[in-house]
C-alpha cells in the first residue's frame, strides 16, 4: 500500500487505544519497521523509542535470540490452547518465572495482556476465600490514583479518576487509601484504620509495585511496601502486587518488590516479559492460594477463568528467549547502572524553567512539566504543554507519551549510554521549545 492510502485507510477505519482520533488525524505517525531502540516511519524516519514502545520493550526491536526463537518455535506449533492440557515452552516458561520471582510464588497462571493478569489475581483472590468458606471476604482495597488496566475489574480496582469516571456506574466499589506523601506514615494509619474495621469484608490489597506509573510516576517511600505486607498479614488479607510495569528489570531489579524484601500472595506480570514482542501475561500466586481450588470436580472450586490464546507457545518461546539474555548480559545490574547514569540527564532537565518535580525508579522517569517553576503552577489544561512537548520530541526524533503534564521517559534497557545522551538532548529542546508553543 501506499503512504497516502495508508494514512487514508488508517484515518478511515482505525480507531486507536487511548487516543483522542481528532489529535491523530493532525498528527498521524504510522511504523513500518524497527531496528535496536529505534523505530522508523513510512517516509523513512527515524525514532528513538523513549518509551520503549509502551513500556514494553526490554531489548530493542528485532533482537536475533527473540526472532530466532520464535521462528524455532513455529516450525513446531503455533498455537494449542492451555485449557485441560499444557504446551512445551508455557511449562518451561513457568520454571523460569519461578525461579526468577519471590520465593512463596509457587503457580503461574497465563493470559495475554496487563489486565487479565489483574482480572486473574482479583478473581482468584475472590474465589480463594469463597472456597475457604469466609464468604464475607469480598471486598478489594486500593491506593489513590493507582492504575491496574482498562478492563472492567481492573478499572474497579483502579483510582485514577479522569480515565474511570466516565465508566463509575459499571464499576463494582473498592477502598482507596491515599498514596504516601512523605514518609508514607498517614497512608499507614489510614490502612491499618480501614484494615481494623473491615477486614472481616476485605479479600485482598492490591498495589502497583514501588512505583505508580500510569498515575503519574510516583514513588513509595522506603519502608513502605514492606509495612504493607505486614499489615496484609496481620489482618488476613491477600497482598496482590502488580509488577505489570515495573517487572524485568525495569526498576534495576528483577522485580521492584525486590526493593522492599516482599513475597506477596498473588503477583502479576506482562509487558516486560516477551522483551516486547509478542502478548503474554502471567499470574503468580503460592501453593496455600493453588491448594484452596484443588478438590474433586464436584466440590465446584475450580478456577473457572481463561482466554483462547492463554499460553501461546510463539509467545511463551519469546519470554524464554528474552530471560535468557537477562541472564547472558546481566541486564538487570546494566539496567541499575545505566539508572544511574540517567540521574544526571534528568539533574540537567531539572535546570529548565516549565520542569518542576522529577521522579524516577530505575528506568520509570517522570518529568513534571510546569508554568511557573517557583510555584508550582501547571499550564492551563487546554494547552496540553506535555503533549505538545512530545510532539515536538517526535520532529527532533524521539517517541515517548505523556501522562498529563507529566512527560514519561521510559527507554528499553538496551538503550546505550549514547542514546540515552541523545534522548535526553531532545527532551531539553523539547522542553525548552514549550515557551515558543504557548503563551
Ligand atoms: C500497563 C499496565 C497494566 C495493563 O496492562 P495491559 O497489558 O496494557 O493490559 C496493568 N498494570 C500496570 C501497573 C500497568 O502499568
Not at 516511519?41 to 526491536?61: A, R, T
Not at 511463551?316 to 528467549?321: E, H, N
Not at 531539572?350 to 499550564?379: A, S, W, Y
Amino acid at each position: 500500500m501506499d503512504t497516502k492510502r495508508l494514512y487514508e485507510i488508517s484515518q478511515k477505519h482505525m480507531w486507536l487505544p487511548f487516543t483522542q482520533m481528532k489529535d491523530y488525524e493532525e498528527a498521524p505517525l504510522i511504523i513500518e519497521s524497527g531496528e535496536g531502540i529505534r523505530l522508523k516511519d513510512i517516509h523513512g524516519n527515524e525514532y528513538l523509542d523513549g518509551y520503549s514502545s509502551l513500556w514494553l520493550n526490554v531489548h530493542g526491536h528485532r533482537r536475533q535470540e527473540i526472532d530466532e526463537a520464535i521462528k524455532a518455535q513455529l516450525e513446531k506449533i503455533a498455537h494449542s490452547t492451555l485449557l485441560g492440557a499444557a504446551n512445551v515452552p508455557s511449562i518451561e516458561l513457568a520454571e523460569k518465572l519461578i525461579e526468577l520471582s519471590p520465593e512463596r510464588l509457587m503457580r503461574v497462571f497465563y493470559s495475554d495482556s496487563g489486565a487479565e493478569s489483574v482480572e486473574i489475581a482479583i478473581k482468584m483472590a475472590y474465589q480463594y476465600w469463597q472456597n475457604k468458606g469466609e464468604t464475607e471476604k469480598k471486598k478489594f482495597v486500593t491506593l489513590s490514583n493507582g492504575y491496574h488496566g482498562d478492563t472492567v475489574g481492573a478499572i474497579s480496582v483502579g483510582s485514577i479518576d479522569i480515565y474511570h469516571r466516565v465508566y463509575s456506574a459499571l464499576m463494582f466499589d473498592s477502598y482507596a487509601v491515599p498514596f504516601p506523601s512523605g514518609d508514607g506514615k498517614s497512608s499507614l494509619t489510614a490502612m491499618r484504620t480501614l484494615f481494623e474495621e473491615k477486614h472481616e469484608q476485605l479479600a485482598g490489597l492490591i498495589v502497583e509495585s514501588m512505583i505508580q506509573g500510569a498515575g503519574g510516576m510516583h514513588i513509595m517511600p522506603p519502608g513502605y511496601l514492606k509495612e504493607l505486607e505486614r499489615l496484609c498479614q496481620e489482618f488476613h488479607i491477600l497482598l496482590i502486587v502488580d509488577e505489570v510495569a515495573t517487572g524485568f528489570g525495569r526498576t534495576g531489579k528483577m522485580f521492584a518488590v525486590e526493593h522492599e524484601g516482599v513475597s506477596p500472595d498473588i503477583m502479576t506480570v506482562a509487558k516486560g516479559i516477551t522483551g516486547g514482542y509478542l502478548p503474554i501475561a502471567a499470574t503468580l500466586t503460592t501453593e496455600e492460594i493453588y491448594e484452596a481450588f484443588y478438590a474433586d470436580f464436584t466440590e465446584m472450586k475450580t478456577f473457572f477463568h481463561g482466554h483462547s490464546y492463554t499460553g501461546n507457545q510463539l509467545g511463551c518461546a519469546a519470554a524464554l528467549a528474552n530471560l535468557a539474555i537477562f541472564e547472558k548480559e546481566g541486564l538487570v545490574e546494566q539496567a541499575a547502572r545505566k539508572a544511574e547514569y540517567i540521574q544526571t540527564i534528568l539533574a540537567e532537565l531539572k535546570e529548565l524553567p516549565h520542569v518542576g518535580e522529577i521522579r524516577q525508579l530505575g528506568l520509570m522517569c517522570g518529568i513534571d512539566i510546569v508554568k511557573d517553576k517557583e510555584t508550582n503552577e501547571p499550564f492551563p489544561f487546554e494547552e496540553r504543554a506535555a503533549y505538545r512537548a512530545t510532539l515536538r520530541m517526535r520532529e527532533l526524533g524521539m517517541l515517548t507519551r505523556p501522562l498529563g503534564d507529566v512527560i514519561v521517559f521510559m527507554p528499553p534497557l538496551a538503550a546505550t549510554y549514547e542514546e540515552l545522551t541523545k534522548m535526553g538532548q531532545i527532551m531539553k529542546q523539547a522542553i525548552k521549545d514549550i515557551q515558543l508553543v504557548t503563551k
